[in-house]
């Protein structure tokens, strides 16, 4: 079972490099990968897929945050660790600010399907700076309101 979709053909012009090395690490030559593509095209889908496979579990393991923002005034933060993932949500709507706070737990396996999905959803990767400012604005708003 895929765990993964495959690369699009503009994100596999954009990672060229890295597909040429993982076909000669495979063994296959340029003149072999364009006659693949002629006479074998299930091997060229075969292939696409492992190398899509592995630059997705790659590109999401060195991921260690993610932000999400449907809107203007919704905004989701997510800080991964090897077996789970802690969200802040902070939704600004009629002048009034509403912080939110949870957490998941996922085998180790499924951390990089977890962040794959938020990507495909249309967040994107964040430093652990920003989460952690996100995080220190929270407690000083809840704090002042307590």
């Not at 090395?21 to 296959?28: D, M």
């Not at 897929?49 to 991921?63: H, L, Q, V, Y």
Request: glycine letters at 4%; aromatic letters at 10%; charged letters at 35%.
């Amino acid at each position: 079972m895929k765990r993964f979709r495959r690369l699009t053909k503009e994100e596999l012009d954009a990672v060229r490099p890295e597909f040429v090395r993982y076909l000669a690490s495979e063994g296959i030559a340029a003149d072999d990968w364009a006659k693949k593509q002629v006479h074998h095209p299930e091997e060229v889908d075969a292939c696409l897929d492992a190398f899509s496979e592995r630059f997705w579990e790659g590109a999401t393991a060195a991921i260690k945050c993610v932000e999400h923002s449907p809107s203007e005034e919704d905004v989701w933060m997510f800080r991964f660790d090897e077996t789970s993932a802690q969200l802040i949500r902070c939704l600004r709507a009629n002048g009034s600010v509403t912080w939110s706070q949870g957490g998941k737990k996922f085998e180790q396996e499924a951390r990089g399907q977890e962040i794959f999905q938020l990507l495909e959803q249309g967040a994107r990767p964040c430093d652990s700076e920003r989460f952690s400012a996100f995080q220190t604005e929270m407690k000083s708003t809840t704090e002042k309101e307590s």
